[in-house]
């Protein structure tokens, strides 16, 4: 029934689009990331912010301020955001905001996981995971000696669930283990993202899927790139890879027998909407990859935003929002450690 949306979707969600698309204009803009970029100190980043959407959040702070309590106190705002949404919607709307969050929940398990093979503290790695990713039984995970035991001891009540079925053995967690876990986790929790998105049809089908596929793509270059090196077989980086997308399955083919960045770069030149990423770097330059690959995923997140009646405009504004809180980490390092020839570095305007 695509097209018909406007019919009905004002009834139940016309309210939480006109709320998320109201907060999409308190984003940073150009201007606002200059005046960030010449600030000589925290303080000053503080100040620029207190006059933004930020300021209730940031003007009790005492100085001296810390990066890590910028970012704390940006995520907040995120979170009530969410949480305000998320108390407002009705179903299948719920649903989709909760698959937001699912994302995040598999990156705490692989830090509190990481962290206590590391013998870190718990506490400590609780207060660096992500607040959308939080769950009851989270500090439960330090216990886990195995994906068995991690699973039917923890996650076996959480929405993660049913993306563990393909990543139970009874290995030890290592860091190699850590890693292929989080990826295969990620396979599972897009495809599943993907199918839901595609019966609920209409705007919202067609615009997501176009972005999940982006994210499932670059997941595959990213698996392709950290992987070169390891003893990570050629079968093993293909299992990892997302069964849609752009690059499925011949481009997959292709990554999976990748044995460099110039081998991954002539796959993805072969794709149009990736050729055009490519080329914006030279050889050799693999690092400023994950900046293009973010400042092509806020084009198309802001693509989102042209069309009406659909529930993308959630996923978009909570991911952009996401890209401006590492803005501001990235602003607030660079000036925190005098590295303000740096600052540009990895900053992707968003207006």
């Known amino acids: 029934m695509y097209g018909w949306e406007m019919l009905s979707f004002?009834?139940?969600?016309?309210?939480?689009?006109?709320?998320?698309?109201g907060n999409r204009s308190?984003?940073?803009?150009?201007?606002?990331?200059?005046?960030?970029?010449q600030c000589e100190t925290l303080d000053d980043i503080?100040?620029?912010?207190?006059?933004?959407?930020?300021?209730?959040?940031?003007?009790?702070e005492p100085s001296p301020l810390h990066t890590t309590t910028i970012v704390e106190k940006c995520t907040l705002k995120l979170v009530d955001e969410y949480k305000h949404m998320l108390c407002q919607a009705t179903e299948p709307l719920s649903t989709f905001l909760?698959?937001?969050?699912?994302?995040?929940?598999?990156?705490n398990v692989v830090l509190i996981v990481t962290g206590t093979l590391h013998e870190r503290d718990v506490n400590e790695l609780l207060e660096k995971c992500?607040?959308?990713?939080?769950?009851?039984?989270?500090?439960?995970?330090?216990?886990?000696?195995?994906?068995r035991e991690l699973y039917r001891l923890v996650l076996v009540d959480t929405p993660l669930a049913p993306y563990f079925s393909e990543c139970i053995t009874?290995?030890?967690?290592?860091?190699?283990?850590?890693?292929i876990m989080r990826n295969t986790l990620y396979k599972a929790y897009l495809e599943d993202f993907y199918k839901f998105c595609q019966k609920l049809g209409g705007a919202t089908a067609e615009i997501m899927c176009d972005l999940l596929s982006f994210e499932a793509d670059r997941r595959a270059v990213n698996i392709t790139i950290n992987s070169i090196g390891t003893e990570l077989t050629r079968d093993d980086r293909r299992?990892?890879?997302?069964?849609?997308?752009?690059l499925y399955p011949y481009g997959?083919?292709?990554?999976?027998?990748?044995?460099?960045?110039?081998?991954?770069?002539?796959?993805?030149e072969k794709y149009p909407p990736y050729q055009s990423i490519f080329s914006r770097i030279s050889y050799g330059e693999s690092q400023m990859l994950d900046k293009a690959f973010y400042e092509e995923e806020v084009r198309r997140l802001c693509l989102s935003f042209e069309q009406q009646f659909h529930y993308a405009v959630f996923f978009a504004y909570i991911r952009l929002r996401e890209q401006e809180i590492r803005n501001l980490m990235w602003i607030s390092e660079c000036v925190a450690q005098n590295q303000k020839s740096r600052v540009h570095d990895s900053v992707v305007f968003i207006f």
């Open 10 to 21: 004002n009834i139940h969600d016309g309210f939480l689009e006109a709320i998320v698309r």
């Open 252 to 268: 997959h083919e292709e990554l999976a027998v990748c044995e460099d960045v110039d081998q991954v770069r002539g796959a993805m």
């Open 130 to 147: 992500h607040p959308l990713g939080m769950f009851d039984s989270i500090a439960s995970l330090a216990v886990a000696q195995n994906m």
């Open 26 to 37: 308190g984003l940073l803009t150009a201007a606002d990331y200059n005046n960030l970029c």
């Open 170 to 179: 009874s290995e030890d967690l290592d860091d190699m283990n850590i890693e």
């Open 239 to 246: 299992k990892l890879y997302s069964n849609f997308g752009l």
């Open 98 to 107: 909760q698959y937001i969050t699912y994302g995040h929940m598999i990156d």
């Open 46 to 60: 503080k100040m620029h912010l207190t006059a933004t959407e930020y300021g209730p959040y940031l003007q009790n």
